[in-house]
């Protein structure tokens, strides 16, 4: 698939706060794709800037091959949902609509007929008279979407679109969100700090951290082979263990020395050396929680542990192990609890055991012990 | 059938009766502060003058024969447009202004509200004393215009219409600058991003998004200004000409000069037909055809381009 939209080395400061530093991105024709961070990431000026309404101070920003950088929003074919929607207060659903093809001087049997078209996409035809005052947080988010892609434009940009709506309507709107763009086809670009939303959505994700890009995968790349500690730990639980490479066991494996834990088997996710400090991200649905000592291959990681909390949550129960000096979070979810004879419980003495390949080493040094100086290098 | 009515009624009253209420005092302040004395003034202008200025016995036509006269419509005239073209300049004066107060910082913002109020601080007929100055034949700006040769050194630029008009605007351009200021204040400026987002141009933006959401303040800026320009009389007689007359200026004659209330009573009730049955028929007319047409097509019609979707 070819790329519609290529950002490259792109930088913008607000005095001498750096926004966007070094950002470098390609977008593919049809995609949904995610740009994921805490707020004042970062990620709004991002946007701000591939749909016009800022310059970035350097870097290019290719729009279908041709640099639009220095373009005003209206000679970009591409078209914003705003994060609080900015709908006309004074026009109607339907000249709200209507809006963009009016100031292009279209026709108006064409502009009735796309409208009726939009109102359709977005299901809203008993509500074309009203007022945006008058209508819904949904249903407000659906008119801007609408008024938006009636434009046909070659990138939707998408600021938090959901931000504003509870938690019910934000479900629900996510699945209408996916189908609308399996029925349109444009390219979505969908800005939020919320990772499930991303996770949901989303072709592709870029993760955002004080204006630098951390890491840019498919949603199961950057869950199951987070780069960073901040990666591993922005999307969903982990737990990390800093330590230093003791052994290299042949080309796969390596044995890790984490003070305060002992010795643990991992996948070598890079190739690593002996005496190197490292960090492994280890999701908490990795491993197997038991009462009894299972009889585990050498492939597998087996530690004693002592029960902390239990959270039961319903769909799922999470653990707090206590395991030398770390306090583990660990997820079961397939809950059987309630069914055993004699449920694990508080302080209960426990074993935990995972895979050698579920654990991931980080790419970068950042979260490795504090006997070595922080090198707090970037990615 | 009579209960059945009654109770209707009643049930129309209790729902209406709480907006009723609360609308109640300030309509009866219309009525006792406006409405009422209007009519008592109106009513004047079918009594006979007395000789002693006061309003005589009895009820007569004269006065309104004698506002036939032929000098009155061209005064007439002369108010209007130069209330119009008063209140035309201010707008569009006050509609950047108002804007570009909207975008400032709060801190420079109340500095320069500050400002635009600051002329109130001195009496209004010393306002109106100092552009007599200004405007003199023997002032600076008329003797500066002849040096630099754009003004010939008979023309005055003093009693004529145009001393009015620019005494006019600059009284009441603060009134205009206000309302359309505090309309501005309130509008969320991130619209002219989305209207530019959909394509619109800067100034399309700025026409079809920025002056529809803050018309309130722009109709109370037109009253603001139009209303007392109407009914200005010091500024046409201090800075004006035999020839740049207002309806205003003849009040006042026939009021301390002739001292015939019903013939000014008259002139009164004159004006103001002739601002309100514009306004009248501008209703009526804006109620028949309301100037939204609406995007959706009736039900019946074509519907193709719906089923392609
Ligand atoms: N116009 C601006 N002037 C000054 N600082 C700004 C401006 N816009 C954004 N910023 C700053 O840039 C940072 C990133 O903002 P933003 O892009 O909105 O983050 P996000 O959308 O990820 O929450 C924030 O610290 C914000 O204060
Ligand atoms: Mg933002």
Redesign the interface.
């Known amino acids: 698939m070819e790329s519609i939209l290529e950002i490259k080395t792109v930088n913008k400061a607000f005095g001498a706060q750096r926004v966007v530093r070094d950002v470098s991105l390609s977008v593919k024709r049809g995609e949904v794709f995610s740009l994921l961070g805490p707020s004042g990431c970062g990620k709004t000026t991002l946007l701000r800037m591939i749909?016009?309404?800022e310059r970035p101070d350097s870097g290019s920003i290719l729009l279908d091959g041709t640099d639009v950088a220095q373009l005003?929003?209206?000679r970009r074919q591409v078209?914003?949902v705003?994060q609080?929607y900015?709908?006309?207060?004074?026009l109607?659903v339907?000249?709200n609509?209507?809006?963009?093809l009016?100031?292009?001087g279209k026709p108006k049997i064409e502009?009735?007929?796309?409208?009726?078209?939009m109102?359709?996409?977005i299901r809203m035809?008993e509500h074309?008279?009203k007022k945006p005052s008058q209508i819904s947080g949904g249903q407000k988010q659906r008119v801007a979407i609408a008024?938006?892609l009636i434009?046909k434009p070659k990138i939707l940009l998408l600021d938090e679109p959901l931000a504003a709506l509870d938690l019910k309507l934000r479900q629900h709107m996510l699945l209408e969100l996916d189908r609308i763009h399996d029925e349109v086809g444009i390219t979505f670009i969908y800005v939020t700090h919320d990772q499930d939303e991303a996770m949901s959505l989303s072709d592709h994700i870029a993760i955002m951290n004080e204006g630098v890009i951390e890491q840019l995968g498919t949603p199961a790349e950057v869950y199951e082979l987070p780069k960073s500690r901040f990666v591993a730990e922005f999307i969903g639980d982990t737990n990390l263990f800093p330590g230093k490479v003791a052994s290299v066991e042949g080309s796969d494996y390596c044995h890790l020395e984490v003070p305060g834990l002992g010795k643990i088997l991992a996948y070598q996710d890079r190739p690593v050396a002996p005496g190197e400090n490292v960090t492994l991200s280890l999701r908490p649905e990795k491993f197997n929680l038991s009462r009894e000592k299972p009889t585990v291959p050498s492939i597998q990681n087996l530690l004693p542990g002592v029960v902390d909390t239990i959270i039961y949550m319903g769909s799922e129960t999470r653990y707090v192990v206590r395991c030398g000096e770390f306090k583990l979070n660990v997820l079961r979810q397939h809950n059987r609890c309630l069914l055993e004879e004699k449920p694990i419980t508080w302080e209960d003495s426990v074993w935990l055991t995972w895979h050698a390949d579920d654990g991931n080493i980080l790419q970068s040094t950042n979260g490795t012990p504090a006997t070595t100086p922080n090198a707090d290098s970037a990615p | 059938m009579i209960t059945r009515l009654g109770r209707w009624v009643l049930s129309r009253l209790r729902r209406f009766l709480p907006e009723w209420l609360l609308t109640a005092p300030s309509l009866l302040w219309l009525l006792l502060f406006f409405v009422i004395p209007s009519l008592l003034v109106f009513t004047v202008a079918f009594r006979p003058p007395d000789p002693y200025g006061r309003i005589g016995e009895g009820w007569t036509l004269d006065t309104l024969a004698r506002l036939m006269q032929p000098s009155y419509p061209a005064i007439l005239w002369r108010t209007l447009r130069v209330s119009m073209v008063t209140t035309l300049v201010c707008l569009v004066m006050a509609v950047p202004a108002g804007y570009w107060l909207a975008r400032q910082p709060a801190s420079r913002r109340h500095w320069t509200l500050l400002l635009v109020i600051l002329p109130f601080w001195t009496n209004f007929l010393i306002r109106i004393f100092a552009w007599r100055t200004v405007l003199h034949p023997e002032g600076f700006l008329q003797t500066s215009l002849v040096k630099l040769g754009i003004l010939s050194s008979n023309a005055s630029l003093l009693y004529n219409e145009g001393a009015v008009l620019v005494v006019l605007i600059y009284t009441y351009l603060p009134f205009a600058i206000m309302p359309v200021y505090a309309a501005a204040e309130r509008f969320d400026f991130q619209l002219l991003d989305a209207a530019q987002d959909l394509g619109a141009t800067r100034f399309q933006a700025f026409v079809r998004v920025f002056l529809p959401s803050i018309q309130i303040g722009l109709l109370t800026a037109t009253l603001m200004v139009f209303i007392p320009a109407l009914g200005s009389y010091a500024i046409p007689d201090l800075v004006g000409g035999p020839s740049s007359e207002m309806v205003g200026n003849k009040i006042a004659q026939r009021v301390f000069t002739d001292r015939n209330l019903p013939h000014a009573s008259g002139l009164s009730a004159l004006l103001a037909l002739a601002v309100i049955l514009p306004m009248v028929i501008a209703m009526v007319v804006r109620s028949r055809h309301p100037d939204k047409v609406p995007v959706e097509r009736e039900k019946g019609g074509p519907r193709e381009g719906g089923a392609q979707g």
């Open positions: 749909a016009g309404f005003p929003p209206n078209n914003t705003f609080n900015a709908l006309f207060p004074h109607s339907a000249d609509i209507a809006f963009g009016r100031a292009e502009i009735q007929e796309e409208v009726h078209r109102l359709d996409l035809h074309a008279h008024r938006a434009k």
